[in-house]
């Protein structure tokens, strides 16, 4: 059995290119991982929610499909990854965060302390849970300063590889 690194390694690292002569390596493609969802908002119009991609319109309020998104960058020869992360809420608001993690065990870890007071911090935690999926678990109260009024969080309960 593969360990989870091994296939990261080659998840992140199938197709890449090599290191740049004189220079550093490039950083690595983008790897994303999505899980579709719902969200809905507010409109009187039937007619616009369906035009414009819903998927069910009842008494005002119109039900959109909608992807929750992981994106995972390695950074050059090093175990530091860019990790994005977006999500929705109802009313079409959005949790959005990046920050660099490090690759630990089978989770890449981000913990984002800038733009906050003292003491406060916004962890996310990427488990590699295959080469084909991920699941997202956000601590902190202040991961919620990354989200609309309407957002619920950062966490994923499971996103597939898309690319």
Known sequence: M???????????????????????????AVVTYASPTTSFYYTENESECLENGGIEYNEGVCVVEV???????????????????????????SCNFEGIGKLQGNQIISRETSGFEDGQYCTVA???????????????????????ARAWGLSIEEAKRKN
């Open 2 to 28: 593969k360990s989870i690194s091994t296939i990261l390694s080659t998840v992140l690292f199938a197709g890449m290119s090599v290191m740049a002569i004189g220079g550093d390596a490039p950083p690595e």
């Open 67 to 93: 992807e929750d998104i992981v994106e995972l960058q390695k950074q050059n020869a090093s175990n530091r990854y860019v990790v994005s992360v977006s999500t929705w809420g109802s009313n079409l608001h």
């Open 126 to 148: 990427v488990n590699l849970i295959d080469a084909e999926t991920v699941n997202v678990v956000a601590t902190g109260d202040d991961c919620r300063n990354f989200c609309g």
